[in-house]
Nanobody, 118 residues
């Protein structure tokens, strides 16, 4: 059974930074990533990484500000978020699965709240 535990969320002022962490226990999968969902908005894939190739993808809204990284051996992924904006406010979920395209159908953590004040 796969369990994902996120940490690092919180309240930060616009322009600030946060680093989210996610530790997965159980079997390892080829891909890990982060989704987010704000109230009244659709879920959005923020960033993902495929371990074997190191390939990363980012939502256009976070390119240049967020960086995904991690340690495949430790089954841990991070999301460094810089230059945060109020529109980044959301619950952030860690996920793991087979491919970036199917990540949403993989395993999910409970989520961590990120709130950016203006």
């Amino acid at each position: 059974q796969v369990q994902l535990v996120e940490s690092g969320g919180g309240l930060v002022q616009a322009g600030g930074s946060l680093r989210l962490s996610c530790a997965a226990s159980g079997p390892t999968f080829p891909t890990m990533g982060w989704f987010r969902q704000a109230p009244g908005k659709e879920r959005e894939l923020v960033a993902a990484i495929r371990w074997s190739s190191g390939r990363t993808i980012y939502a256009d809204s976070v390119k240049g500000r967020f960086t995904i990284s991690g340690d495949n051996a430790k089954n841990t992924v991070y999301l460094q978020m810089n230059s945060l904006k109020p529109e980044d406010t959301a619950v952030y979920y860690c996920t793991t699965g087979g491919t970036i395209a199917t990540l949403a159908r993989g395993y999910w953590g409970q989520g961590t709240q990120v709130t950016v004040s203006s």
